[in-house]
């Protein structure tokens, strides 16, 4: 019996310091990438680099001005399709979703979050470049508005559920027609929510490279038309990063921090919301 | 909800009198509202049916010439336009298998600490540091993976293994730096939060009671993690297949350290491609339709690996949830 | 029996009014589990206060008491789990007269079961891992043995002859009475001294709940039992002693005839005619 106890007790420690181990390891991957992505970037991190057009091959300097409009104007297409269509299917499955159309439509959702987004980018080219024969911002806003419904329908649906039947029951019993109880009421106390989550797609979808390289393209000059190819942070940090130059290799890092950068303004937006979120209640 | 009910038991048996009605007291707005959120529900809908669909048919030509021995053959040649897409589809497997081989111990590692043991003033910076690298855009990690893993692999990693482990067949050839074994470790690194927090979640979705009755019985802590993790099985199981079927269709890292050849090598040193790259690095340079039309049926192959793999994890980490009802 | 002296005189101190009849019925039994001066916090908040309380052994101990009086809290102190929840305590308790820190947590937790509240089977395991789990954890493989012990146990608890033929069945697959049995069988296959039941019945039905007290009258034959239960009856029915609890502190302790019909304190008498809690 005790020599079997100390096995045990030998056993359990060793396989207790091994999951912190895997904490440990699982950690550092995430230092090397910030710390190379920071110590990297920060050479060409100045007002330059935002303001400034890319230089040609050769040349010193430069920055990527277009490139940050135009990942900043794809977010803004693909929002201004995505965020509707999302938020009111996430509607719909919420208030109305409890007959076939609603399941349908929920196991749908979940089967586009499951798309890989480079699948995405395949039927945007096909559904927007191939009619209007060449590649747009268009095509590339099309294709990150796919990417994000599932998310905001999902999150959509789930905070107006967590809002309690007693606020729709007040706003009935004080003869408000249902869809103003909805909108006025559901929605007003879910929009925290909400938030969050239009901001988990957005960030989701800055990210994204694989459905922008042959729907949006990219592009060396400056342009903020939108049937026209637009450049974007992270088709000029694969360009860049593939580049036998090593000034651009550099801008490529650049590229990258500002990226991550913009990144996380948006989930510390996100933390801050969730967090107010629950301090009001 | 309780409306909704309301709705759905006068539609059942009076549907025209209850629209009649809401129009009678001039309530269309509710009629609007419905009909309006309504829309936008079928428009999803249509999405996917359209997304199906556009695949369908963009690769027909190619389904039409090739048929099944596209997924069989391993010749993948634009020039004389011959496409068999099973390189591509082994380096799918074979990269996201590999990569579940690393991160699933690591990944189960972290959740175990982190939902059983880490105390708490570690545990959230800790599940925030694992949340933040999976917000970190695919791109980034293979700029890191050309400039910091690849040279790594190079130099050190690859000559020690072929040198120590070189009777093996995956450690023989030359160590290039990009190929398989990049791959693999940069997919592993991408998916190992997906499984770490789903894993966490799933952990502590099992009641205290489990661990209780454990404790009870004079189980080490490991000995109650061993029953606690037997009871989550199915959930890891979903949570491990959904982080592979992110690893199959995860690109652009992959793209940028995998070599990018048609190639079935055993060795992990040696360049691969996988059905995303191949679609990200060829798409614009596809000179003619039957070229394009391969590349398409690829997205439309991988497309439905992924739907398949996805629905099955769903599935398991559902029926996860509803398990504890039962107990309870 | 220096020991049961010892601890007769501790209450004494306490309680010196109560005692001289039971040291007439105890001072024969020796005390299993002895609790002196036991003080139990979770943070700074102090659950339970100055606790002394000896349990004789092959008896019933029921311990009553309001919600959130600290009863499980007591319990869990026994077996040590208190401090699996992040707890502390300060006092000594003495288990077969030696103090439970003493012990390594695991041991100590293999001579004191414990049942739960609700019925908490392993569902991943069949009724008869179930019952074995404990024994197997200790190093039993033999099947054989494991055999013997699963039909003893299950005799015990009067489960045997509703599930014999579906032994390899999920734990979870029969009703919460007989999960519940199933739980106490888990706990004596290890063959524990003392066994801590924390409202074992709370969550059953009648007919459930009537069988479990049956099977408490046939274990304590061969276990000391320490019941905490909020159903007066069921104290009345089933205990030999019963501790009155109230806000941490204990109020009463004695034979369970005596508390029942004729408390010394008015606080007790008013919580058992349900004046209070």
Known sequence: MEFNLLRRKVNNYVILSLTFIAAAITVLPLLFIFYYTISKGITYLSLDFFINMPKPVGEVGGGMANAIVGTLILIGIGSAIGLPVGIMTGIYLADFGRNKLGKVVGFLTDVLSGIPSIVVGVVAYTLVVIPMRHFSAFAGGIALAILMIPTITRTTEEMIKLVPDSFREAGLALGIPKWKTSVNIVLRSAWKGIATGILLGLARVAGETAPLLFTALGNRFWSTKIFQPIASLTVYIYDYAKSPFSEWNQQAWTASLVLIILISLISLLFKFLTRSKYKSR | ?328 | MHNTINTINTINTIQPELTSKVIKEKVKKNIVVDVKNLAAYFGKTKVLKEINLPVPRNKILAIIGPSGCGKSTFLRCINRMHEVVGGTMTGEILFDGKHIMKYDPVQLRRKIGMVFQKPNPFPTMSIFNNVVAGLRLNGVRNKKKLSVIVEQSLKQVALWDEVKDSLQDSGINISGGQQQRLCIARAIAVQPEVILMDEPASALDPISTAKIEELLYELKKNYTIVIVTHNMQQAARVSDLTAFLYMGELIEFDKTSKIFTNPALKQTEDYISGRFG
């Open chain 2, 1 to 328: 909800m309780f409306y909704k009910s309301q709705l759905k038991y006068k539609s059942k048996t009076k549907k025209k009198n209850y629209f009649n009605r809401l129009v009678e007291a001039g309530n269309w707005g509710d009629l609007i509202f419905e009909r309006l959120t309504q829309f936008f529900a079928l428009l999803v809908f249509l999405l996917v049916i359209l997304i199906g669909y556009e695949m369908y048919s963009g690769s027909r030509l190619s389904i039409q010439k090739f048929g099944w021995q596209f997924l069989v053959t391993s010749t993948w040649d634009p020039v004389k336009e011959i496409f068999g897409a099973l390189p591509a589809i082994y380096g799918t497997l074979v990269s996201s298998f590999l990569a579940l081989m690393i991160s699933l111990p690591l990944g189960l590692g972290v959740a175990i600490f982190l939902s059983e043991l880490s105390p708490g003033w570690l545990e959230k910076p800790l599940s925030f540091l694992t949340e933040l690298l999976a917000g970190i855009p695919s791109v980034v990690y293979g700029l890191w993976g050309i400039f910091v893993l690849v040279p790594w692999l190079r130099i050190s990693v690859e000559p020690f293994l072929n040198k120590h482990f070189g009777y093996l067949p995956f450690f023989r050839g030359a160590p290039y730096g990009f190929g398989m074994l990049a791959a693999a470790l940069i997919l592993a690194i991408m998916i190992l939060p997906i499984i770490s927090s789903i894993s966490r979640d799933i952990l502590r979705s099992v009641p205290d009671s489990q661990r209780e009755a454990a404790f009870a019985l004079g189980a080490t802590r490991w000995e109650v993690i061993k029953i606690v993790l037997a009871d989550s099985r199915s959930g890891i199981l979903g949570a491990t297949m959904l982080a592979l079927g992110r690893a199959i269709g995860e690109t652009m890292a992959v793209t940028m350290v995998i070599g990018n050849r048609a190639l079935i090598s055993p060795s992990l040193f040696d360049p691969g491609y996988t059905m995303a790259s191949i679609i990200a690095n060829e798409f614009t340079e596809a000179s003619s339709d039957l070229y394009l039309s391969a590349l398409i049926e690829l997205a439309l192959v991988l497309f439905v690996i992924t739907i398949i793999i996805n629905m099955a994890a769903r599935l398991m980490v559902w029926r996860m949830d509803r398990k504890w009802e039962t107990v309870k």
